[in-house]
């Protein structure tokens, strides 16, 4: 078959969608803030024939845009949040642009453009072949507190689809098979009684049952399933010695392979605190920040996209390029152990039969217990990149990072193309996902009555 | 006025005397446990002349003997407990009699003959001037784990009396005002579930429980009032370390200054253990072993007691209870720091402006909180002895002891002389009674529930 | 005698004194940034004819002066530095004049000024009297974070002397015996290895070593001394849950009786540091705050403030003063507790047999330690007022407080004559202050090495 | 080719065999005090015509046995020792033959003399075969404390076999490829100062350490790879709470995947218990238990021996035997969550692509890092049984485990005779055994100076 009119509607845009993705590593916007990202996507989106929702779900940058008509109607799930503290210029050695500014240090500048790449390659192809099908693009806010997908769920997102793709820039060109761990994040905040230190019996301490709670937790570690995790950091924690301190407060993350193990977890966590309040006679207030499933992938989806992957065009890199991945490698710790092969990654992995745990978390996972849906990554780093560093941040600003984007949207564009010919296809996508969920569904973590944060701008 | 007859009672009976006091000595028996020490003691009342009831309170190792009528009616508080692996034989190195086996390393053999030896002396005193009053003595089991007064005052024991004199061998010759610590006993047991260590989420640790009770007990000191104290040891601990422990348990003493400090800090330290168990996923159950009062002094019957010390025979020491003194000195940590003027204290110490505040505990804080009621002190060990070591059982089983606790005894029949002649003093004691209490009222610290333990032997 | 010379001078300046206090009160300066104050305070010391020198020491903010020659030396030590976010208007209820500003929430502003009143009052009795002498005034910065006089006394200040008086604003007329607690204070930095959370054995948390030495400082509460005191607050306790925090801090003070017991414990208080820093694998850093002695009385001194202190001219307060007073005294908790019976306090309390323990520190301490020095207090507040309190900020801006901060000045004025016309006295409060140290000699807190803390204005 | 002559062998010795286990069943001996049953097996051993060593290595109850000359030499690992406490009658509830007394909870009664029947089995096939070969038994002291086998390969057994076969009792037929933990044991004893629990600051305590050192273990845990573990419990943990305890320790077992990850884990627990006693000012005192290695299965040697297992003899269970393996999966909790097919598992497991990560250890491990050595496993309990209970004792005192027992003595000698007759077989395996190594050597982890427990019989 021949895909050809799919990579060359891509190549075509390939300034305009750079342009884009620049913009937003100049103009880097924090989680549930990214205004202008979601601006310029949606009008984008516009120009490119797409009927565009800006803001829905109630939440204003979001996006949800759509073309064509029928089954298979298949998701793209876009981010364009930016990390705080990642600022970076094109510099090869740590340089924030503005100290202490957000950076694009995830590279979702071209997560959000490559997903309007492959959006614009598959809607060439639904035009060109006449095929029945829809694209749904996605703007999904707010990927990294983790909670952006799940809000959008709980209002409804992503289940009118039959299947979905999303793409994350990577040190190298890989699918990969297995789980991450999902997450719950709170807040728990204590109250006591503030007196002078020297007349400590007259105060209750706040501080005192936080770190109480958090010992409870070491302990709970021996008792928890192997691949749990929690970590915390405090919030508030006292202001000056001679005061027994009335507040404090300590953000946990509660993490697990599945939601199940996450609830029964975090519940015994929640026990923790309420037993340092009984201890410290203090009170416990939770300020619960949302949750997200674990990842999981799709053995049809990946299976499919492992064939289509030769099609996509390599990245020719200049001189100045490679230069440029091969000083920012230098830079990695790891470039003292291991010397690597090449600047830049050029081959591709893909082990059907390895199943990863992964311990990092993405709120794709709730998407992922919607409808089949799979991540594929490119190589939009240097070699020895790592995400949420500032070597990341610089490679998202330059033709390192905006090779990778334009060849992830293609190779996702590709993908579509071969479960818009095939409804068999999808139809096995689902069996390998039912199989996967082994009857579970998706029930949102984040509960009704929290609210969605709106821009702080 | 002339008391000459009431040391001279006491006095012709010392070789029987010391003959009692030896033979427990020789037969320590531990709290709860004292039947021949009763058995003794009781059939010596009896020869005296005095009306005896042999385990009264149902507590079979407690005496109540009387002898007079009318008021004031003035009671004795003698105990005969030995103290856990404190065997010494007349040695002054360590050298236990009975290896690991009891000794009386707080001199209560000296004790309840001293008392015995004031309850001669008052009865011959009342009988010579045909004064009314009444003397009644206290058999009171188990002092060494602070609880037999209370279960007595429970059943209704000292409640009859005008007022009590207590006696209790020690380093000096003293009279001390001020108060001793109460506290609350009790074993907190945890209960989980087992599993194999390396499936430890599987089970639920009693031991976390517990070093979390404990580590919310250290947590909770900082807000302790100043004479507050809490301590610990564990009593089941886990028994191989490839097993999560589904029993622990852990022993507390908590102790204050008043039963209200007692009462509220016991709770706290309850919600520890509450709060432990819920970190934990465990259950807590209390056993619950008693408690007792804080000791209060009354400086009037002090002062009395002041007045009449100089009448007390002054001890004649051989050289050999010298040099035997001399050497248990020298074994005690602090002659290296301080070289005693004397091995055996023979002045007399006694500061009626100096209140202090002692840490150490006695359930005679029970009946002092019931009645006006004054410990004394006599020498009858080594001028640098400690109760609770092997030097203090030694000289418990020799003349050192011995003279101490005939002029303890002679010490308080000559005190109650005064006040069975003096009924006004007997009213400003029960003034500096009430006023001391503040309005506080005697509570049993030990609930109905919890039965009298009985003699395991 | 008649001293009315002494009252009349002070009284005669009663405008300008104000007048500096106010402006104080409006333009309060933080610890070590007193840079408005010192010169204030040292341009009306020279108009007043003392030898003034602004920065001795090495400290830009503190101030020598001195009036007259010979013996006895007598000091002052004056203050007036504020406190941050205690900033408050004229108003009965909380209303910063600055949001988040300093105020004269301890009242240094009268402080300072109180002394510089009874510099005028002795060098006016001096003139007067033709008698041998000197005045000696110290302005020393940094009271509220307890080490300015350390630094100086390193620096060679105090031993001149042959006493030396303070003041303090109160919410009684009283004069104190007993000690308050000195401390150090320091803060503890960890220095870990970051790493993802969720693959934290990468990873050495230096959180981790923060919380572990605060749990081993709460186990070290069983074994410290009872009037030891150990508080703590975190400084930097983690970012976000998801990345091992490889930096943490704590900042605690360490309180006891005496500069030996404070060592002692500090010293254990750093092993708990070292042992969590090897518990954890990461690596401690002190910084070293600083320390100051306990506080002592001298009776000497004492007895000779309440002799003169019938001669100290009441306060006559308006109407306006009075009643503000009783607005404030209801805004504070204890009101509700026990409704005063005058708003401010008009009586004198001295009990010159009760000898106190009090919990709070002060740098006066340290001059306690190098010459007899006693601190008397008048009412400067209303009757319910506690220091670091709006309440105590508003009163430092009224008449309440500059009747008190005069009537302050002339006391330490009058008892300085005493001592200007009796040698023997000196000799005496030499005696007592000898006594009272026990042996105890000054060795400066602060380690050479630290540097002076400069005004960061 | 026919083995039949294997099988023949080891059924003719079958009543002898069965003799031996059952004398073992009746008389338990516990780790290193298996005097009884080394007699018996050297013994039988010598009857079967080996050349026999009782008490080789210096450890009394160890032997090696030979038969044979020349390569390949082939090792059978022999275990006879008992647990404690799990003494049991052939009643299908609970009922201790000894109560307290110890048990073949293990079934190490039958795991001798499994492997005594596949030496005669290996005698007999190198007899009738002609082959050159060697079959070495070693009889492994004290299994159930993981260190028996350390203790021998560090005096140099196992390092002069080319292969080596262990066979284990289990609930099923089977051969698991994977890892198992590897230990270090040790007991950390601290060392204060007694005192007064009321006047705590006196003493330094012990206990205080334990706990801390415990404390920093369970935030250690965060910190550990994700296959490490830790478990303990106290073995001395004060006595009196009014005492500040001066002894304390805490036994400590640290598991990981490699000895690398053990070694350096255990540092860091050293760390731990280094950190708690600076802490406390206590000391502390390791008293290393000794410790093992990972277990480690070898590929190549499984495929033979799933290979041979079809030869096995099947089991013929009475009606009896049936009937008691009903009734003791019916006391196994399990059986209310999933009722069994059979009572005894008669199938056979072998997955070979399925590498498991077990949490148990053996010293096996030792060994499986010397040469290329594989358990195997046959049905000797109730299909439900689980290792270290009272129904395992029970069945390894009758048919069912007798059975299995000759099962597994069969299985290896007929594996072996794969080995005997191919040289490239046993290459293969070595080869595999290097891969799984990956470089890594064996070092003893028991150090020189710890001495080999002797028999306290």
Chains 1, 2, 3, 4 share one sequence.
Not at 287 to 312: H, L, R, W
Not at 335 to 359: A, C, L, R
């Amino acid at each position: 078959m021949d895909y050809q009119h799919i990579i060359d509607a891509v190549l075509s845009e390939k300034d305009v969608l750079s342009d884009i993705a620049l913009k937003m590593y100049e103009n880097p916007e924090t989680a549930y803030n990214e205004v202008k990202a979601c601006a310029w996507m949606c009008e984008a989106l516009e120009k490119y024939g797409f009927k565009v929702e800006k803001g829905p779900y109630g939440m204003p940058t979001a996006i949800r845009a759509e073309w064509g008509s029928g089954h298979p109607i298949i998701g793209l799930l876009a981010e364009y949040d930016a990390l705080p503290g990642l600022s970076q210029t094109q510099n090869t050695f740590k340089d924030p642009a503005v100290p202490g500014g957000p950076g694009q240090g995830c590279g979702h500048n071209l997560l959000g453009v490559a997903t309007l790449a492959a959006a614009i390659g598959m809607k060439a192809d639904l035009e060109k072949s006449g095929l029945p099908g829809t694209v749904v693009f996605y703007g999904c806010p707010a990927e990294e507190v983790l909670t952006g997908k799940a809000f959008m769920a709980r209002e409804g997102a992503f289940k009118e689809l039959d299947l979905a793709f999303a793409w994350h820039g990577s040190s190298k060109n890989a699918l990969g098979l297995g789980m991450g761990g999902g997450l719950n994040s709170a807040i728990f905040h204590f109250k006591g009684k503030t007196a002078h230190a020297s007349a400590a019996w007259n105060g209750r301490s706040a501080l005192d049952a936080v770190e109480l709670m958090n010992t409870g937790a070491n302990y709970l570690r021996e008792h928890m399933t192997p691949n749990s995790r929690i970590h915390y950091v405090y919030k508030e924690a006292g202001v000056a010695p001679n005061i027994v301190p009335d507040r404090a407060s300590v953000w946990y993350y509660v993490r697990s392979l599945h939601r199940w193990e996450i609830d029964e977890l975090y519940q015994r966590l929640v026990d923790c605190g309420r037993g340092a309040a009984l201890m410290t006679g203090t009170e416990m207030e939770i300020e619960f920040q949302g949750g997200c499933y674990n990842t999981m992938s799709n053995k049809v989806i990946a299976d499919v996209c492992a064939e289509v992957y030769p099609m996509v065009p390599a990245a020719e890199y200049t001189e100045e390029e490679l230069a440029m991945a091969d000083a920012l490698n230098k830079t990695m710790p790891e470039y003292q152990v291991k010397k690597p092969e090449e600047p830049i990654h050029t081959g591709f992995i893909y082990k059907p039969d390895q199943y990863n745990i992964s311990p990092g978390s993405s709120d794709v996972g709730d998407v992922q217990h919607i409808v089949p849906c799979m991540m594929v990554n490119t190589a939009s780093q240097n070699i020895l990149g790592v995400n949420h560093t500032w070597q990341t941040t610089c490679c998202a600003g330059n033709g390192i990072g905006l090779k990778g984007m334009l060849r992830g949207g293609i190779w996702m564009a590709l993908a579509a193309a071969k479960f818009y010919r095939d409804e068999e296809l999808v139809k096995s996508a689902w069996e390998c996902f039912k199989k996967d969920l082994d009857g579970e569904t998706y029930q949102c973590p984040i509960p009704k009555e929290i609210p969605i944060p709106q821009p702080q701008v």
